[in-house]
Nanobody, 119 residues
Framework: QVQLVESGGGLVQAGGSLRLSCAASGRTFSSYAMGWFRQAPGKEREFVAH????????YYADSVKGRFTITGDNAKNTVYLQMNSLKPEDTAVYYC????????????WGQGTQVTVSS
């Protein structure tokens, strides 16, 4: 199995950028499909981005399309979420997750990192 640890969250002004990191250990992240999710106070956890490394397919929520980018660094065994043009509504705890290929949902989750965007 894989362990996931997110970092890179913080406080940023609207219009700014942050890059979140998800360090994987135990197995290489490319053994999984990787996703980012977020949960704002009082709201359900929602999908942000997903990448199936083996197939090269990437998906984004409409709310972040064109502003967020999911990438991976095999040498560092780390997945990133580059977030540009941040908005106050992007404020949430961000989680990375790993899905075994063939699984019906994500199997492993990180602990989350807080992102706060001020107006």
């Amino acid at each position: 199995q894989v362990q996931l640890v997110e970092s890179g969250g913080g406080l940023v002004q609207a219009g700014g950028s942050l890059r979140l990191s998800c360090a994987a250990s135990g197995r290489t992240f490319s053994s999984y499909a990787m996703g980012w999710f977020r949960q704002a106070p009082g709201k359900e956890r929602e999908f942000v981005a997903h990448n199936t490394w083996s197939g090269g397919s990437t998906y984004y929520a409409d709310s972040v399309k064109g502003r967020f980018t999911i990438t991976g660094d095999n040498a560092k065994n780390t997945v990133y979420l580059q977030m540009n043009s941040l908005k106050p509504e992007d404020t949430a705890v961000y989680y990375c997750a790993a899905e075994e290929y063939g699984s019906t949902w994500y199997d492993y989750w990180g602990q989350g990192t807080q992102v706060t965007v001020s107006s």
